[in-house]
C-alpha cells in the first residue's frame, strides 16, 4: 500500500518504521528538512519537507496515488486539513490523530462530516489501557478482545506461586477456569507453549480468557483479582483527565497531584468527584501527606520520563498497589524491565497499534479482516482478532488436522456470545471472533496461519 504521513514526532516515526517494515510505501512530510532527510535516509523511504497540509506539498508527495494519508502533526486543526485536502486531491482513506479534550464529544460527528477513516486520540486510548489493568490490578498488561469480552493478562509466577513449576498439561487438573496458556517470557526468551512446557518462578505469563474466568483463574491460583477501589494520579495532563473520568465513573475514588494551579483550578470544573491537590507530586513528604501508602493503584502521569520512574520506584517502596508508569521517550526497555515496574504505558505505541490494525485490515477488506492488534513483549509477539466472514481453507477443519505454521497458536474462539477455550477437535466456523497469537509478524488474513 502507498501511505502518506504527516509529521514526523514520536507517533509519525514509530507509524512510519513499522508500516515500512510491513512492505509499505511510505512517504513522510514534515517541514523541518533535517528530520525529513535523516528519516528518510534511515529508513529508506520518500521523505517532502514542507506544510502537510498544502495542496502543492500534497502533489510533490504523490497523494493522487496514495491509498491512505495519517496526519499525526502537533495540532489537530492541522491534522483535519491535511485529511480534508486528500480527501479532495487524492480520494484516498484518511487518519486524523485529534488530542484536544473539548473535541472528545464531537469525534463521530467530525469523522462522518469529514469523511475520515478514523480519528485516533492518543491520550484516550492510553486511558482506555489504563482502565483495563486496573480492572485487573494483579495483571502487569490487560489488552481486550471482541468488545471486552475477552482478555489477554500477563501477570508474573513468584516463587510461592502453585504454578511455580507446574506443566501446562496438569493445569486444567490443579485450577479451575476456562484459560489458555499462550505466551511465557523466561529472561530474554519468548515461548509459544505446549502441554510439556514448565512453568518457573519469575516468568511473565500471558493467558487468554473470558473475564469472570480470568477472575477465576486468578482467585484460584491465589492472586487477588479485585479491582481496585482508589487510585493516586500524579500529573493533570490530558491521560489524567480521562483516566479519571473513567475511574470515577466505575466508582473509584480519584486523587490527582498537579502543580500547575490553572491546570488544578480546570481538573477542579471537569472533574467535581475527584480530589486535585496543588502540588508537586516529585515531593515525597506531600505524597505521604497525602496518604499514598493508603492507596490500592498509582498512576504517574507527569510529562517528563524520568520522574514517572522514580515515582513509581517510589510508590513500590512505600506500599502494595498496583503501579502504572507513562513513558513517551525513553527507549531503554531492557533497562525498564529490570526496574519491575509494573505496568509500563507508551501511548505513542498504542496509537501505532490502532492504525496498523486498520492498514492491514485495508489491504484485505473483503476477507477476514484484523478486528484488534496489540503488539506484545517488545513487539515480539503480536496478539490479532479476526472475525471470519466467509467459508476458506480454516473452516469447518477440526484444529488439529490445520497445518499451522509453527509460532502461531489459535488462543480463543467467540461465537455467538459464547468464548471457547480451543482444544484439538474444535473447529472455526463462519461468524466466529478468533484471536490468534503469533510470533510471525504481518498477517493480514485468518489464513495466514496456514502453512503453504
Not at 507527569?302 to 502494595?320: C, P, Q, Y
Request: net charge negative.
Amino acid at each position: 500500500m502507498k501511505i502518506i504521513i504527516v509529521g514526523l514526532g514520536k507517533v509519525g516515526q514509530t507509524l512510519a518504521a513499522e508500516l515500512s517494515r510491513e512492505g509499505n510505501d511510505i512517504t513522510v512530510i514534515d517541514n523541518r528538512e533535517k528530520i525529513v532527510e535523516e528519516f528518510a535516509s534511515q529508513y529508506d523511504l520518500m521523505g517532502v519537507t514542507g506544510n502537510g497540509a498544502s495542496y502543492t506539498t500534497q502533489m510533490e508527495a504523490d497523494i493522487e496515488s496514495a491509498d491512505l494519508l495519517i496526519a499525526v502533526t502537533g495540532s489537530d486543526e492541522l491534522n483535519l486539513l491535511c485529511c480534508l485536502i486528500a480527501k479532495k486531491a487524492g480520494n484516498c482513506h484518511t487518519i486524523a490523530r485529534v488530542r484536544n479534550p473539548e473535541y472528545s464529544a464531537e469525534v463521530s460527528f467530525i469523522k462522518e462530516e469529514l469523511g475520515l477513516a478514523m480519528i485516533i486520540n492518543p491520550e484516550f486510548a492510553a486511558a482506555q489501557e489504563i482502565s483495563r489493568i486496573l480492572k485487573f490490578p494483579s495483571a502487569i498488561d490487560v489488552d481486550s478482545f471482541v468488545k471486552s469480552r475477552v482478555e489477554l493478562l500477563k501477570f508474573r509466577v513468584s516463587e510461592q506461586s502453585v504454578l511455580n513449576n507446574m506443566q501446562i498439561s496438569e493445569l486444567s487438573s490443579h485450577i479451575k477456569g476456562n484459560v489458555l496458556i499462550c505466551v511465557v517470557e523466561r529472561g530474554e526468551d519468548v515461548i509459544i507453549p505446549d502441554g510439556n512446557c514448565v512453568l518457573k518462578s519469575r516468568d511473565l505469563v500471558s493467558i487468554v480468557a473470558g473475564a469472570r474466568d480470568a477472575n477465576q483463574f486468578f482467585r484460584e491460583i491465589g492472586i487477588v483479582a479485585n479491582q481496585a477501589k482508589n487510585i493516586m494520579i500524579v500529573g493533570g495532563g490530558s491521560i489524567a483527565y480521562y483516566v479519571a473520568r473513567m475511574m470515577i465513573s466505575a466508582g473509584i475514588r480519584v486523587k490527582i497531584v498537579e502543580k500547575d494551579l490553572q491546570r488544578c483550578e480546570k481538573l477542579c470544573d471537569l472533574l467535581p468527584k475527584a480530589t486535585v491537590v496543588h502540588g508537586d507530586g516529585t515531593d515525597k513528604e506531600l505524597l505521604l501527606e497525602e496518604g499514598l501508602e493508603s492507596y490500592e493503584s498509582f498512576a504517574a502521569l507527569t510529562n517528563i520520563d524520568e520522574e514517572n520512574i522514580l515515582l513509581s520506584l517510589f510508590a513500590k517502596k512505600v506500599g502494595r498497589m498496583k503501579l502504572i508508569t507513562k513513558i513517551n521517550r525513553i527507549a531503554f526497555d531492557e533497562v525498564i524491565r529490570e526496574l519491575d515496574l509494573d505496568t509500563v504505558i507508551h501511548p505513542k505505541d498504542i496509537t501505532s497499534e490502532h492504525i496498523i490494525r486498520y492498514v492491514r485490515s485495508m489491504k484485505n477488506s473483503l476477507g477476514s479482516n484484523v478486528e484488534t492488534l496489540h503488539k506484545i513483549i517488545n513487539n515480539k509477539v503480536e496478539a490479532l482478532e479476526f472475525i471470519i466472514r466467509k467459508k476458506s481453507r480454516v473452516t469447518d477443519v477440526p484444529l488439529q488436522k490445520l497445518r499451522i505454521k509453527k509460532g502461531i497458536l489459535v488462543a480463543c474462539i467467540s461465537r455467538r456470545g459464547q468464548v471457547i477455550t480451543p482444544r484439538g477437535n474444535d473447529f472455526l466456523q463462519v461468524g466466529d471472533n478468533v484471536i490468534i497469537i503469533t510470533q510471525n509478524k504481518g498477517l493480514n488474513d485468518i489464513e495466514d496461519i496456514l502453512a503453504k
